[in-house]
């Protein structure tokens, strides 16, 4: 989260809005795809009311050409998510938004309703929007995001890398190992960790983009809306290499 975080920054001028994403909300995402093998999933997100982002981080993260009002939820930091159907690409899109009203009315108090924001897995693909995709997008008043991951064993989705588009990675930091001269050490993925269902990720992917087609602008936050990686000068997310 915290290299990802000094993308998100170095990469600022790029986007005319942000969306900032609590590290926990990420994690409980990463697992229910995992969990949802081989099928993707679809989850609603909403934002919490009581909670803007801390400006001086929102001021940080602006690129010079900001956006204040391009979509619902703009400025308040994500609080939960739910999720709401799996299938394969096609299938997990469709879904009838008075059936999902219904389903978490009571678990979701007064915000039953729609949702702010949605996101969608993209397993073993880059996460980088479809066509069908970019139609789902049409229905959402927040934004869009997509979670690319890739993982092995691969089960029967190989990883498909024949698309064209921006990525945004969470790199794995860890060191290379001494390259010994094998065949496979050729087929060797750098691994960012273990889930808990015994899959080795590889890679994850996130973007966020907004029905016009404008990319939005992620940053990984803690419980209190800081970034991760933001130091106690309140400023220079340092190119860690931890
Ligand atoms: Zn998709």
């Known amino acids: 989260m915290r290299s990802y975080n000094h993308d998100s920054y170095e990469q600022r001028s790029g986007y005319m809005a942000q969306v900032h994403l609590p590290g926990s909300v990420f994690q409980s995402l990463v697992w229910w795809a995992l969990q ?17 982002h801390q400006p001086e981080v929102d001021d940080y993260f602006s690129g010079e050409e900001v956006h204040g009002n391009l979509f619902q939820g703009q400025g308040y930091v994500i609080s939960e998510a739910h ?21 978490f009315s009571t678990e979701r108090g007064s915000r039953a309703g729609r949702f702010t924001h949605w996101l969608h897995t993209h397993p073993n693909a880059p996460a980088i929007p479809s066509g069908p995709d970019a139609d789902a997008a049409q229905e959402t008043s927040g934004i869009d995001m997509i979670l690319g991951l890739r993982f092995s064993p691969e089960g029967p989705l190989p990883w498909f890398d024949d698309v064209e ?8 930091t860890t060191k290379e190992a001494p390259r010994k001269r094998s065949f496979f050490a050729r087929h060797r993925l750098p691994v960012l960790g273990k889930a808990p269902s015994g899959h080795s990720i590889h890679e994850l992917q996130l973007i966020g983009f907004h029905k016009s087609g ?29």
């Open 165 to 172: 588009g921006t990525r945004r990675s969470m790199k794995a």
């Open 83 to 103: 999720i709401v159907n799996r299938g394969d690409s096609y299938s997990v899109h469709h879904l009838p938004e008075d059936w999902t009203d219904d389903m």
């Open 36 to 52: 949802s093998l081989p099928d993707e999933i679809l989850v609603g997100i909403d934002i919490n009311p009581n909670m803007p």
């Open 214 to 242: 404008h990319g939005i602008n992620i940053v990984f936050v803690d419980e209190d809306g800081w970034p991760y990686g933001w130091d106690s000068n309140m400023k220079c997310l340092k190119s860690n290499q931890a």
